[in-house]
């Protein structure tokens, strides 16, 4: 069974009046969002774990913790923390774990219509 992290931003920390995000957006919509990728995740067979970050300097040492309970095979960043300028939440140092496992990749949450979804490693 593949392990996958879902990294993303605390709903109720989200600017909701920022232009660039859609209108209508807000914390329940998010959540609900969250559920259904879980839920996705789940019946791929995966076994999903959320990890929930503060658009602060915390970020780093929440993923960090999440990251050292479980040998992840992936890692799917979701677009509110990906995406600048909420992605400067991240320091450099909090990077090194990702790419020190080498049984993880890191997948951003891209819809492709040629990919069910993560991409995860072989085996």
């Given at each position: 069974m593949k392990h996958v992290l879902l990294v993303g931003q605390e709903p109720e920390t989200?600017?909701?009046?920022?232009?660039?995000?859609?209108?209508?957006?807000?914390?329940?919509?998010?959540?609900?969002?969250?559920?259904?990728?879980?839920?996705?995740?789940?019946?791929?067979?995966?076994?999903?774990?959320?990890?929930?970050?503060?658009?602060?300097?915390?970020a780093g040492a929440t993923l960090e913790r999440h990251l050292a309970s479980t040998a992840y095979d992936c890692v799917v960043i979701g677009g509110g923390v990906r995406i600048p300028p909420r992605s400067r939440c991240f320091s450099r140092r909090s990077s090194t774990p990702c790419t020190s496992r080498l049984r993880m990749r890191i997948s951003p949450s891209i819809r492709n219509p040629k990919t069910p979804g993560p991409l995860l490693p072989d085996g």
């Open positions: 989200v600017d909701f009046s920022d232009p660039a995000l859609p209108p209508g957006l807000n914390a329940e919509k998010i959540r609900g969002g969250i559920a259904a990728a879980m839920k996705q995740m789940t019946d791929r067979g995966w076994r999903p774990n959320l990890c929930l970050v503060r658009p602060d300097e915390s």
